[in-house]
Structures are given as structure tokens and as C-alpha cells.
């Protein structure tokens, strides 16, 4: 007996071998392997889908301060003025502008590019406003679709 009333045992085979094999931690790293093959497109897939909600939710506000904007100046910006003229007075503007009309400067879209702003819009619109997605390019399907205003 030892000293608190214990037996001392000498260490067994079974003691010493507390790891895993080989082969359970392959199966292991399969498994994990095929559930990120299965769940890693369709999370992926979602951050496209919330980059273009943003999108046109961004689109929704630059539309609203360039609507207030032709009420205080009595149009729209130029296309040579764009979206800039929503947070510094243009020359011209005398004391009719009422802005800043956005809290912040104009945001870039979610992929890091201007918006596109065009005066006077295609189809009869007063203006245009788009990004082009996310390969930057006219055109596409999914996340390369383009978003208007």
C-alpha cells in the first residue's frame, strides 16, 4: 500500500494506448471533408445572394437623395456632376441646396466599384442607376447579374 491507502499497479498495455488509430482518424477527416463539400457551396451561395440585397438596398437610399435633391435644385445631377453633388454643393447651386443629401459619403457597391450613374436614363427614365455585379462587366447570370435602380 502506498502512503493514502492506495496500491501501486504497475502501468498496463491498455493504459498506454489512449490515442486514435490511423484509420478512425481518416474516417473522421472524411466525414468532416464531405460535409464542407455538401454545406460550403450553398453558404457561399448565400453571401451572392446578401451582396445583392445590398446592392439594392444602397441603390433604394441613392435613389431617395437623388430625389430630394431635384426638389431643392428642381433636377437631377448631370452625369458629369453624378452621385457627388449628394454631399458637396455644387458650383452652380446658388442657395438652393438644401444637403447634404446623405448621412456618409456614397458607398461603393458590394463588390468595391462606384455605382453607375447616368442622367438622362435609357427606356425614358430621368436617370439611371447600376452596378454591373460582381464581374464588373455588363451582363450575366447569378452573382454577375446586373442590378438597376
Request: charged share 20%; proline share 7%; no cysteine.
Amino acid at each position: 500500500m502506498t502512503q493514502y491507502g492506495q496500491t501501486s499497479r504497475p502501468w498496463s498495455r491498455q493504459t498506454l494506448q489512449q490515442g486514435f488509430t490511423l484509420l478512425e482518424l481518416l474516417v473522421v477527416i472524411l466525414i468532416i471533408a464531405l460535409l464542407a463539400g455538401y454545406v460550403g457551396p450553398k453558404l457561399f451561395g448565400k453571401v451572392g445572394e446578401a451582396k445583392a440585397k445590398t446592392a439594392a438596398g444602397q441603390m433604394k437610399s441613392l435613389s431617395d437623395a437623388l430625389n430630394n435633391y431635384r426638389l431643392d435644385m428642381g433636377n437631377y445631377p448631370t452625369t458629369e456632376q453624378g452621385l457627388a453633388v449628394l454631399n458637396a454643393k455644387p458650383a452652380d447651386a446658388g442657395n438652393r441646396w438644401q444637403g447634404p443629401y446623405l448621412m456618409k459619403d456614397v458607398p461603393s457597391d458590394p463588390w468595391d466599384r462606384p455605382y453607375i450613374y447616368r442622367r438622362p436614363g435609357e427606356n425614358g427614365k430621368d436617370f439611371d442607376l447600376l452596378t454591373f455585379g460582381a464581374d464588373g462587366k455588363p451582363g450575366g447570370s447569378g452573382e454577375d447579374t446586373d442590378i438597376s435602380y
